[in-house]
Nanobody
């Protein structure tokens, strides 16, 4: 069984930074992992993904050049460094694990991922 637990969400000012973490238990190191977010009244939106080795990444256009996804497989932890935050980044942020081991491609749809955390709230406001 895989469990994911996000942390690091907080209230931040526009232009500020936050770093989210996702601690995993169970099988994690050999799987692509991703961050999604969901704002009130909206669907779950892809943010970023990283392949099992950490060598390859994928970002939504809305966060490219502002957010950085990374992972430490020795600690079974996924990270999301968020810089230059905007009010539209306000959302509940989820981490998720891919269904397939050693996946060779990225997929931005939630159905690709079979394990999810409970989410951590990020609010960007002055």
């Amino acid at each position: 069984q895989v469990q994911l637990a996000e942390s690091g969400g907080d209230l931040a000012q526009p232009g500020g930074s936050l770093k989210l973490s996702c601690a995993a238990s169970g099988r994690f190191a050999n799987y692509t992992a991703a961050w999604f977010r969901q704002a009130p009244g909206k669907g779950r939106e892809f943010v970023a993904a990283i392949n099992w080795s950490g060598r390859f990444t994928d970002y939504a256009d809305s966060v490219k050049d502002r957010f950085t996804i990374s992972r430490d497989n020795t600690k079974k932890t996924l990270y999301l460094q968020m810089n230059s935050l905007k009010p539209e980044d306000t959302a509940l942020y989820y981490c998720a694990r891919d269904r397939a081991r050693f996946a060779l491609d990225f997929d931005r749809i939630p159905e690709r991922y079979d394990y999810w955390g409970q989410g951590t709230q990020v609010t960007v406001s002055s």
